[in-house]
């Protein structure tokens, strides 16, 4: 089933995994947490996808696998930053064939060593590759996009963000997904900012619950998302403390899904870390408000 269909009729709650990251390219150690994630019983969940080789092949199949074994809908993430037309028809082919319905279109980051000189400028944007894919399959495949609260870095304003926001949903994604944010203030003014430039898709709010004081200060790094006052008062005064800080994050994703959702949020991702037991001790703390928001029509 597309992913906008079922935007169509309720919110979603969704969880995001990633393909195991090892040499000999096995991923069976991902069946457990897909196995624990599947008795939260998601919308969907989604496979992220890093350019090249086995990583590749791996989104394709664990989305597959998701499908077919789990009966679970899947999103399998696309990245273009250094691929050519011709390599995506391969992706684009092979995700058509096994019945995935649902892509997140993106650019990607830029991989380690991305020379512009040398690499394939085919595609310089998501927009570009959800473009490509609404002209070259069309009505095969339900598109999404990434959507940043904070501003993308490379951004020279939110303006200039919203409107290369507005190119990528002109193109065919048809809802959003955000990046980690910490502050649900940054998620409501991109609610607010996106609607006014006519940007209507639903916005999915991405949540990454961070459970010790070095993952929550990475993850605001890496991820360029600020750190609330009162939250970062508690990581001074508990850092030392790992069961106080896995308290604390726990505590405060679940508090931020209950705002979220008390303000209308049309959708939920959950970044999981390939972690089920966090993901479902988050769902536990916010157990009736999660059942009367997917229970929403
Ligand atoms: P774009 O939408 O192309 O935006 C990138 C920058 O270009 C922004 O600053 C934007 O304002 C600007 N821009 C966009 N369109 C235009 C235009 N037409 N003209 C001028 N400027 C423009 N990365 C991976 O490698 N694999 C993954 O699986 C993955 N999954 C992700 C899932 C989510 C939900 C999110 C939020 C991010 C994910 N990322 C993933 C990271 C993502 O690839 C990076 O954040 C990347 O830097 C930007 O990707 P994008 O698709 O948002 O790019």
């Given at each position: 089933m597309k992913i906008s269909e079922l935007l169509r009729q309720r919110p979603t709650l969704s969880f995001e995994i990633f393909p195991p990251k090892n040499k000999d390219g096995d991923i069976s150690s991902i069946y457990s947490t897909i196995d624990q994630l599947a008795q939260l019983k998601p919308d969907f969940i989604s496979v992220t996808y890093g350019a090249g080789g086995s990583t590749t092949r791996n989104t394709v199949e664990i989305a597959t696998m998701i499908k077919e074994r789990w009966q679970i809908e899947s999103v399998a993430h696309l990245s273009c930053i250094d691929a050519t037309a011709e390599n995506l028809r391969g992706v684009l082919d092979q995700l058509k064939e096994k019945g995935i319905e649902n892509i997140l279109a993106l650019r990607g980051d830029y991989p380690k060593g991305y020379d512009p000189q040398t690499?394939?400028?085919?595609?310089?944007?998501a927009s570009d590759l959800a473009a490509f894919i609404t002209a070259n399959?069309?009505?095969?495949f339900c598109l999404s996009g990434a959507c940043y609260p904070e501003v993308h870095?490379?951004?020279?304003s939110l303006e200039a963000d919203l409107r290369h926001l507005k190119i990528k949903a002109d193109a065919g994604a048809s809802y959003l997904v955000t990046q980690i944010?910490?502050?649900n203030n940054y998620y409501y003014r991109l609610l607010r900012e996106a609607r006014k430039r006519g940007i209507q898709v639903p916005i999915l709010a991405g949540i990454m619950p961070a459970t010790n004081a070095k993952q929550l200060l990475n993850m605001s790094k890496m991820c360029g998302c600020s750190i609330p006052y009162t939250l970062s008062v508690m990581i001074e005064r508990f850092s030392a403390h790992p069961a106080a800080m896995q308290e604390i994050g726990l505590n405060y994703a679940a508090w931020q899904i209950m705002d979220l959702i008390t303000n209308g949020v049309e959708g939920i991702h959950l970044y999981t870390m390939n972690r089920p037991q966090i993901a479902t001790e988050i769902m536990r703390r916010c157990d009736a408000i999660l059942r009367e928001f997917r229970d929403a029509h």
């Open positions: 690499a394939p400028q085919e595609f310089r944007h399959y069309p009505d095969a870095e490379e951004a020279d944010f910490l502050d």
